[in-house]
């Protein structure tokens, strides 16, 4: 039956009972009253009131930093933990390796890879980067793969290298990479974008390395793999032999 108050500046009515759609009105003629209607007798601080579509019901306080969710006109509101920036998902450390495989990248559009000193065991390679859209359980191969990558070596001279067909994303720049632990490795910060989109996946990033011929070399890397499946893992590998040493940090964005 409907509950008023009628005349009063405040107070507070709770309703106990569990409430039924059109049936419980509660009716402030006063400006300043208040009106509280909870699926509990007791609700705790931070508790919010929402319709289930058969009753109203509390959703418990979140957890501090939550923000709260509506989930559409047909679905219960919930508290979602806001994540901003990169999320760290795996550190992978070479020995001896054939390649380094990351996998279980499917919900992220966006991958940071960061590159510690990666060193190959074989004189004067290339590192390569190739895509996978089954996990992992095989790589694209095909000549879908294009890049242009400058840069400059330690004598000043330009260095560039670039394909329109490939079957990888070579992340050295003319001048290829030394073995030799003096040499410093391969390191730099590599972006894949539009990751888990079924559009043409990109690879970007700043990059240095030591080769035991032209010295060190600086410079960026940029390509793209141009088919349109969604990318969800990607392999890092040398032309020739294995990955000595190193290691690679690698995040996400939704």
Avoid at 128 to 151: C, E, H, P, Q
């Amino acid at each position: 039956m409907p509950v008023s108050l009628n005349g009063s500046t405040s107070g507070q009515v709770t309703l106990t009972a569990p409430a039924v759609a059109g049936t419980n009105t509660v009716t402030l003629p006063a400006a300043t009253g208040t009106a509280i209607v909870s699926s509990t007798s007791s609700p705790a601080q931070g508790d919010i009131i929402y319709f289930n579509g058969t009753n109203w019901v509390s959703l418990a306080a979140g957890t501090s930093g939550q923000l709260l969710q509506t989930n559409g006109a047909a679905a219960n509101p919930s508290w979602q933990t806001l994540t901003l920036g990169w999320t760290f998902i795996s550190k992978t450390t070479a020995s001896n390796s054939a390649t380094i495989d990351v996998t279980d990248l499917g919900s992220y559009s966006a991958i940071r890879i960061t590159i510690n000193s990666l060193l190959p065991a074989t004189d004067n390679s290339q590192l390569r980067l190739r895509f996978s859209s089954d996990n992992g359980a095989t790589y694209i191969v095909t000549n879908t793969y294009k890049y242009a990558n400058s840069g400059i070596n330690d004598s000043g001279t330009a260095r560039t290298t670039a394909s329109t067909g490939d079957d990888n994303i070579r992340l050295t720049i003319q001048d290829n990479l030394g073995n030799l632990a003096a040499d410093g490795g391969y390191s730099g910060v590599i972006i894949l974008s539009s990751f888990n989109l079924a559009i043409p996946t990109f690879a970007s990033g700043s990059v240095s390395y030591g080769n035991n011929a032209a010295g060190a070399v600086v410079g960026t890397i940029g390509g793209f793999q141009t088919g349109s499946t969604a990318m969800n893992a990607f392999r890092l590998l040398m032309d020739s032999g294995n990955i000595t040493s190193g290691s690679i940090v690698v995040e996400g964005m939704a």
